[in-house]
C-alpha cells in the first residue's frame, strides 16, 4: 500500500496521560499536514511540515501539542497531558507542490483518539 | 470570521435532482481550491479542483469567483451514491496550509 498510513487507528488512554501519533505519508510528497477533525465539523488544520520544517503551526496548537518531522519522511505528533477536550480523529495528510499552489493532498485514515 | 464558510445543510434531495453548494473564503490572497467529498467515518478524498474559467468532470461543476471570494459546486442528476459531506478547501500559495470548511452534508434519497 503506498498510501498515507497513520498508526495507532485508535487510541484510548486516560485523561492526563500522553500519546504519539505516527503519519507515514506518500514517498515522493515533501508536505505533510496534521488537520484535527471532530464530529460534524471539517478537519482543522494544526500544522505544515515541507520536507522537515514545521512552516506553520495554528494557534489552535497548545504547547502541550508537538509534531516533528525529523528527516522529512514520517512525523509525529505528540499531546502532553491530554485532556477530554483532545477527543477527535487525527487526520495526517500528504501533497506535492504543483505550479500556482498546491496539488491533491492524500489523507491517511487517521487515528481516533478518546480520552476518558 | 472563518477564514472557510460552508452551510452545513442538510441539503436532502431526491434522486436525479440538480443541487448547489457555496463555499466563502476570507483572504483575497487564496490561490488553489479544491472540493473534498468525505463519506460517514472516512478520510476526505478529492473531488475536484477548481479553476478560474470553471470546470466540468462528469455531474460535477465547480465554479470560481475572486471577486466576490466564493466556490461553488453544482451536482447534476444526483445519485444515491453521491451522498456524503462535501468539503471547500482553500489554500494561499505563500503559505501553501490548506484550510477546510466545515462541510455540508448531502443525503441523496430514492
Known amino acids: 500500500d503506498t498510501g498515507v498510513s497513520q498508526d495507532p487507528r485508535h487510541k484510548i488512554t486516560k485523561r492526563g496521560q500522553n500519546v504519539t501519533f505516527r503519519c507515514d505519508p506518500i514517498s515522493e510528497h515533501n508536505r505533510l499536514y496534521w488537520y484535527r477533525q471532530t464530529l460534524g465539523q471539517g478537519p482543522e488544520f494544526l500544522t505544515y511540515?515541507?520536507?522537515?520544517?514545521?512552516?506553520?503551526k495554528s494557534r489552535l496548537l497548545s504547547d502541550r501539542f508537538s509534531a516533528e518531522r525529523p528527516k522529512g519522511s514520517f512525523s509525529t505528533l505528540e499531546i502532553q497531558r491530554t485532556e477530554q477536550g483532545d477527543s477527535a480523529m487525527y487526520l495526517c495528510a500528504s501533497s506535492r507542490p504543483g505550479l500556482g499552489g498546491n496539488t491533491e493532498a492524500f489523507f491517511g485514515q487517521g487515528t481516533r483518539l478518546t480520552v476518558v | 470570521r472563518k477564514e472557510v464558510e460552508q452551510d452545513p445543510g442538510p441539503f436532502n434531495v431526491p434522486e436525479g435532482a440538480t443541487v448547489a453548494f457555496n463555499c466563502t473564503y476570507s483572504n483575497s490572497a487564496s490561490q488553489s481550491f479544491f472540493w473534498y467529498r468525505q463519506d460517514c467515518r472516512k478520510e476526505p478524498k478529492l473531488l475536484m479542483s477548481v479553476y478560474s474559467s470553471g470546470n466540468e468532470d462528469g455531474r460535477f461543476t465547480a465554479q470560481l469567483n475572486r471577486a466576490s471570494q466564493y466556490i461553488s459546486l453544482l451536482i447534476r442528476d444526483s445519485k444515491l451514491s453521491d451522498s456524503a459531506t462535501y468539503l471547500c478547501v482553500v489554500n494561499m500559495f505563500n503559505n501553501n496550509d490548506m484550510r477546510f470548511g466545515a462541510g455540508t452534508r448531502l443525503t441523496v434519497k430514492p
Open positions: 511540515f515541507q520536507n522537515e520544517a514545521q512552516l506553520e
